[in-house]
């Protein structure tokens, strides 16, 4: 088998993937891309550990971990991603950072109303 067709293949499915997180705004597709890069990194670690041939199989044991991983990302992002869209109605990216944006700066322009429990609690 010759390396340069796996290669080649997961060099298109990195880059598309980098494609779809710098140019996606919902945070769903983003998370879609960026499993679409784990898999490219998947596949150049199944075929280097094809082409070397070996004996311990460690590309494979390395995909299987990145597997795990990628689920483990997948599931907590997902989660995540429903809280925002429940609290605030879009998963728009773009629009969740002006509005955390607007909130730190409406928070600096009010000033510190919130009284210092800390101080409150030593005095």
Known sequence: ???????VLAVLLFCTGLYGVLARRNAILVLMSVE???NAVNL?????D????DTLHAGQALTL????IAAAEIGIGLAIVLLVYRNRG????????????KAA??????????P????????
């Open 1 to 7: 088998m010759h390396l340069a067709y796996p290669a």
């Open 36 to 38: 679409l890069m784990l």
């Open 44 to 48: 150049n670690l199944v075929a280097f």
């Open 50 to 53: 094809v082409w070397l041939r």
């Open 65 to 68: 971990f990145t597997i795990a």
């Open 90 to 101: 879009s998963s728009d990216i773009d629009r969740l950072r002006d509005l955390s944006e």
């Open 105 to 114: 700066e409406t928070d600096a322009a009010d000033g510190d109303t919130q």
């Open 116 to 123: 210092d429990t800390k101080a409150e609690a030593t005095a």
